[in-house]
């Protein structure tokens, strides 16, 4: 409606004669670029660049339409207000997606919203609390700021189009445009004349949540389908009997730790003085490769697909897993007959899992184990006090044979400030290791340059390999198996763009029953897989365990 010479604008409209045109510019940029930002951080490192925010965004067309047409005071508010969220929850999706592949080298799926806390927590590991609330209270002012300028730009200019015929017909025409581009030019998934960026983002979000709910009836038979479930106690695990086993995962030991041309040297000498080291001691030890379900973190999906047996690559697998009846490893020698401990010196908090599904025997976490020295980023403790205090409560003196599962955690992202070997006898209660992290680049510095990341990555797998060789040589156990391996890889950082899913793995044992009964494994002599060692899916590792020592019709 044009407004008569004296007239006072009504609710919704705009008096064209006092509307200042940086202002008008201003309202239709935002319709223009906004919506096209999911488009632009859903490119592959930018590779779109400006070009991605070329386009014409048809939820900005949408909207327009409809506030034009619609009339009264509450509707078109709660339109823009609807389309300033639509397009604000698009933009954080694509952004967390975004941070999905470059971290872990997955997709977002909405389903996996928890692990936005354990985000915050690396966060606040390596940056600090002040630092990581900071950055987070901007991007929520900065995501309602967006969102209450979406709506404002839309009624604005809505306002606008309403007041003038000319703006009518330009609306048209644009909106027919964009109708002949969607036809007529080929479609780019970077770069579109005729743009949906935000509602092809939200829609896709949509579709990858209905992808994980429908791949549960095919994790349902997995777990279903276990050849071990009703093996008699007596039999279960019984070429082990007697011995303390022990199941270490290495945070991020991945394939590029024994690979990558500024980390492999120095893992390897790590590796070679073990085998030396080892050998000595009486121990022998055969090498191979897992393909683990995750990659850059969540290393409890690499956990569960270990003990299990079953792939578990997303967080929707793992809370039905966990909520099942599945025999884990920590199960088969629990009822077996064995001590089950789990050691995870990460946690300071009761973790359910551990006995309603694992049915560990023992919880161990960073509370338990008396440690009175300084946090080391993520590593609440160094791997060398884990292992000392796991040596020292269960495996000496006479003791049951005991079975655990013991996470280290000092080569966890973000990798500094590091934590260096020191003499076994002199590890007490850790206050020896204070001076040690004022002596270590911060994690703040570390990250400024990649390869400065690379190399403290590289350190902090020497260091953990470093602390496990240290417990093999001071413990007198002659019944003593350890199986090490690595979570996952590191994040792409460190990886790089299209890294594998390798992660080493090792057993190491001084008996020689058990490479007899492994035999047929056809893995490598030595800490170090050799360039024929198998390569195994990490979910085939419980049952091949399971059968090489537990005889079975």
Same mark, same amino acid.
């Given at each position: ?14 008096? %064209? ?15 223009? +670029? ?28 949408? @909207?327009?339409?409809? *506030? ?7 509707? %078109? ?38 692990? *936005? ?30 969102? !209450? ?25 644009? =909106? ?9 030019? %080929? ?8 743009? &949906? /960026? ?10 990858? =949540? ?18 071990? !479930? ?13 011995? #303390? ?18 980390? /492999? ?9 073990? &085998?030396?080291? *080892? ?45 099942? #009846? ?23 908090? /009761? ?10 025997g023992t919880l161990v976490d960073a509370r338990d184990v008396g440690y009175r020295g300084p946090i080391f980023g993520y590593a609440r403790i160094p791997d060398q006090y884990t292992l000392k205090h796991f040596a020292d409560t269960e495996l000496a003196g006479p003791h049951a044979p005991v079975m ?72 007198? &156990?002659?019944?003593? +198996? ?10 792409? @950082? ?17 008996? %020689? ?17 050799? &360039? ?22």
């Amino acid at each position: 409606m044009l407004l008569r010479r004296g007239s006072r604008p009504l609710p919704g409209q705009v008096d %064209p004669r006092r509307t200042r045109p940086a202002v008008t510019a201003a309202a239709i940029a935002m319709l223009i +670029v906004v919506p096209l930002l999911p488009r632009l951080l859903a490119s592959p490192e930018g590779s779109a660049g400006s070009a991605g925010l070329i386009g014409v965004p048809v939820e900005s067309l949408l @909207i327009l339409l409809l *506030l034009v047409i619609v009339s009264g005071r509450i509707l %078109p508010r709660v339109l823009a207000g609807s389309f300033g969220l639509l397009v604000t929850a698009a933009i954080v999706l694509a952004a967390i997606d975004r941070g999905f592949r470059a971290a872990l080298g997955i997709p977002f799926v909405p389903t996996d919203w928890p692990q *936005l806390g354990d985000a915050y927590g690396v966060a606040v590991d390596a940056v600090g609390p002040f630092l990581t609330d900071l950055a987070l209270a901007a991007v929520v002012i900065a995501a309602v700021a967006c969102a !209450a300028g979406l709506a404002w730009a839309a009624r604005h200019t809505a306002a606008l189009v309403r007041a003038r015929a000319s703006g009518r017909t330009v609306l048209a025409a644009v =909106t027919a445009a964009w109708l002949v581009a969607g036809v007529v030019v %080929p479609p780019r998934p970077d770069v579109s004349l005729a743009a &949906d /960026a935000s509602l092809t983002t939200l829609g896709t979000a949509v579709s990858r =949540t209905g992808e994980v709910f429908a791949a549960r009836a095919a994790v349902a038979r997995d777990v279903a389908d276990d050849p071990f !479930a009703g093996v008699p106690a007596d039999r279960l695990l019984s070429g082990l009997r007697g011995k #303390d086993v022990v199941i270490a995962f290495v945070e991020s030991y991945g394939r590029v730790a024994l690979e990558g041309e500024r980390i /492999a040297p120095g893992v390897t000498d790590v590796l070679r003085d073990g &085998d030396g080291m *080892l050998a000595a001691e009486g121990y022998t030890s055969r090498s191979a490769w897992l393909t683990s379900p995750t990659f850059g973190g969540r290393s409890w999906l690499a956990h569960a697909t270990l003990q299990t047996g079953v792939w578990t690559g997303t967080q929707s697998a793992y809370d039905q897993v966990v909520a099942s #009846d599945r025999l884990s490893l920590a199960r088969a020698f629990g009822r077996a007959g064995w001590r089950t401990v789990s050691d995870v010196p990460s946690d300071a908090a /009761a973790w359910d899992v551990g006995t309603s599904f694992y049915r560990y025997g023992t919880l161990v976490d960073a509370r338990d184990v008396g440690y009175r020295g300084p946090i080391f980023g993520y590593a609440r403790i160094p791997d060398q006090y884990t292992l000392k205090h796991f040596a020292d409560t269960e495996l000496a003196g006479p003791h049951a044979p005991v079975m655990a599962e013991i996470d280290l955690v000092s080569s966890h992202t973000p990798w500094a400030p590091l934590p260096q070997l020191v003499p076994w006898e002199k590890i007490g209660d850790g206050s020896i290791y204070d001076p040690q992290p004022a002596q270590s680049e911060p994690a703040g510095t570390v990250w400024q340059d990649p390869k400065t990341v690379q190399r403290f990555y590289g350190q902090s797998v020497q260091y953990s390999l470093g602390s496990l060789l240290s417990f093999l040589g001071h413990v007198d &156990d002659p019944n003593l +198996v350890v199986i090490v391996l690595g979570d996952h890889q590191p994040a792409a @950082i460190v990886s790089g763009a299209d890294a594998s899913h390798d992660v080493p793995v090792s057993v190491i044992a001084r008996d %020689p029953s058990v490479f007899a009964a492994t035999a047929g494994w056809g893995w490598s002599p030595g800490l170090r897989p050799g &360039d024929d060692a198998p390569i195994w899916r990490m979910d085939a590792f419980r049952d091949r365990l399971l059968a090489a020592f537990s005889p079975v019709p």
